[in-house]
């Protein structure tokens, strides 16, 4: 099924510099009950963002007016722990198109790459910068480059490049799909099957 | 080429290399629930298309359900309508459902070894990341999203990078009290959350060889907790002997030709890791956690590093012990417990339970201390009560609940309070975990124990001293 089709992200960016964010913070279990993929942005990082009454916590970002943006920028480690893609459905449907961090855990990485939310992996120094440079002002934009692979701090054009294999590239510009790809090897796949060991 | 063990299994399912891209994966087996399942139906449904190989998908309840009065309606409208929607969906497309009240219901991870779905040299896959688990059969097996399940089940593929490979070497003795959980807890420890992201490990060494299949288990389900994708250990006698004559695996002709194939999953002598480690296991002591991931934990006697000593930023270790309501430099022995939880994909075995009786048996469950014993499944339930464990459990002033999930993820009413202390076997201690608010400290099933009959943190090692 075809997803949005990403190309060049110009964007602020919301900062979250806390390592190790699991898939449990950013979408607790108990909002995993639902049967389609809808509103899962509502529960976006749930328990760091509303008191156990419903009430915004006010010191957490997501409820601070000065920082938003398309570009969600996290801790080393993004997205350990479950493999519930439901994380990644959150990030989306609150918003978000691109998450930056310094290091990603596989699972929410390639869950990522697989609803159209581009995950881009930066040196700890440049996400250091990215973090400084979003406190010092909130609106500061940063342009998130799929073609040509690179983040860059408009305000003073200081970039990096980032790694994405040239398959996931390619779907994420043309919006594509992996089952797309699958179904259309399909009488490969069963010729393939006939053959195994098990 | 010389190959490891991985490199064997994983190539002989390669469909076809994409350039510059991932491989097309042959999945053998796929396991579905109900949490990360129902999203992919509705894909495939939306494109029009069937289950490619219905009798390679099993379906299991077993994140929603009720650990007691399963006889009855689920109450909560939401589980019941998610476990509504796996067995209409299993139906409409010839799926095996084994539902709640079916006798071979139970945890994903726990039921589809007991009955030979987990076969050496297979890849399996599920949409829960300690699918893990199966790799202690020398299976490839590992967590997937829900688009990949929707892959999946249309087309039996899948589309990964092959990871990189690590070996994890553990030779020696293990300690009195000192059980596989702990094995685990000390690796990742050692390797912190993310240290074997982007690899998948192979276990080796004789104390893994010594090891039943339950402890290889637990110690490949924790896999994940390092980032590593999986972690698998070569069959070998213990492994041919489990999985021999059990319902789904392969019979007479079938048989000798898997058998043959077993035979060769080994990591070839000159094969090359890219990351290769040695630890010492006679230096490994019972483990608990202290923090809000895996990887922090430490041997039950030390007392919690500062942050210089920590993994990650001083912030995040920070908001992790004001979390617990921990501090630097604090002892964890004599701590206070509030819910000990005993079962999981993680310890819902019967080797567990056999553990946690063996210590609780003779004395008694501390007043303060609500206890949540969860078989993985109801072969595990039957063990209990057959080997005259539950009897003693009682005895001690234990209930045994009905298989599931339960307090692992919480999904169902089995949740910690805010801001109480549980003492846990499953596999995760993040914030909220257990429960919003719940503070959860990881351990063996003798930890937990040792917590339950004494009301607090206590070294296991102790208490089995007395009863020498």
Redesign the interface.
Known sequence: MAYDKFNILKSTAVPLPIENIDTDQIIPARFLKATERVGFGDNLFRDWRYNPDNTPKKDFVLNNPVFSGKILVGGKNFGSGSSREHAAWAIYDYGFRCVVSSFFADIFRGNCLNIGVLPVQVSPEFAEKIFAAIFADPKTEIEVNLPAQTITLLATGEKETFDINSYKKNNMLNGFDDIDYLQSIKPEIEEFAAHLPL | MSKTLFDKVWD??V??K?????D?L?I?RHLIHE??S??AF??LK??G?KV??PNRTFATAD??TPTINQHLPVA?P??A??LK?LESNSNEYGISYWGLGHQKNGIVHVVGPEYGIT?P??TIVC???H?STHGAFGAIAF??????V??VL????I???K?KKMRININGKLGVGVTPKDVALFIISQLT??GA??YFVEYAGDVFENMSMEGRMTVCNLS?EM?A?GGMIAPDETTINYVKGREFT?KSEAWD??LA?YKTLKTDADAVFDKELTFDGSAIEPMITYGT?P?MGMGISHDIPDAAHAE??A??YA?SLGYMGFHEGDSMIGKPVDFVFVGSCTNGRIEDFRAFTSLVKGKHKAANVTAWLVPGSHIVEAQIKEEGLLDILTEAGFELRQPGCSAC???NDDKVP?GKYAVSTSN?N????QG??SRTMLASPLVAAAAAVTGKVTDPRTLIEELV
């Open positions: 002989t399912h469909v076809r994409i350039e510059g891209g991932p097309v042959f053998d949490v990360t129902p999203v509705l894909g939306s494109r298309i490619l190989y994140h929603n909560d939401l589980s309508n998610q929607a076969q040299g297979a949409g829960d990341s699918t967590g997937i999203g829900t688009s990949e929707e892959m249309a087309t039996q593929c589309m990964q990078p990871p959350t993310s992201t982007g994940i980032g994708r392969p030709k898997a194939y991931n990887g990650g930023g912030a995040t908001k993820l919480a999904m805010a995760r993040f914030e909220g975990r919003p608010g």
